[in-house]
């Protein structure tokens, strides 16, 4: 079984930052990527940074020059640096792991953290 952890959400005014971290322990094999999802009241959750094994991002064009992902391989965790926030990044932030578990090498796995509580007030 793998766990993933969420912490650092919040409410912060318009222009400030957050940071936010996820980290995964459990049974683990290996972790290819990492990712960060969102998902806005009566909107569809929705990808808006990842990161591979190697390090290689995306981001979304909403996000793209003020949000940063990072990941730390060695302690299965990944960041997400929000800087610049916006009224319209208020949602809730959830992180996502594809794990290969110790009983299951060559089976990949989607986990996610609980989500965390991001709100930007105007």
């Known amino acids: 079984q793998v766990h993933l952890v969420e912490s650092g959400g919040g409410l912060v005014q318009a222009g400030g930052s957050l940071r936010l971290s996820c980290a995964a322990s459990?049974?683990?094999?290996?972790?290819?990527?990492m990712g960060w999802y969102r998902q806005a009241p009566g909107k569809q959750r929705e990808l808006i940074a990842d990161?591979?094994?190697?390090?290689?991002?995306n981001y979304a064009n909403s996000v793209k020059g003020r949000f940063t992902i990072s990941r730390d391989n060695a302690a299965n965790t990944i960041d997400l640096q929000m800087n610049s926030l916006k009224p319209e990044d208020t949602a809730v932030y959830y992180c996502?792991?594809?794990?290969?578990?110790?009983?299951?090498?060559?089976?990949?796995?989607?986990?996610w953290g609980q989500g965390t509580q991001v709100t930007v007030s105007s």
């Open positions: 990161i591979t094994s190697g390090g290689s991002t």
């Open positions: 996502n792991m594809r794990v290969t578990t110790t009983r299951a090498r060559s089976i990949e796995f989607s986990y």
């Open positions: 459990g049974s683990i094999f290996s972790i290819n990527a």
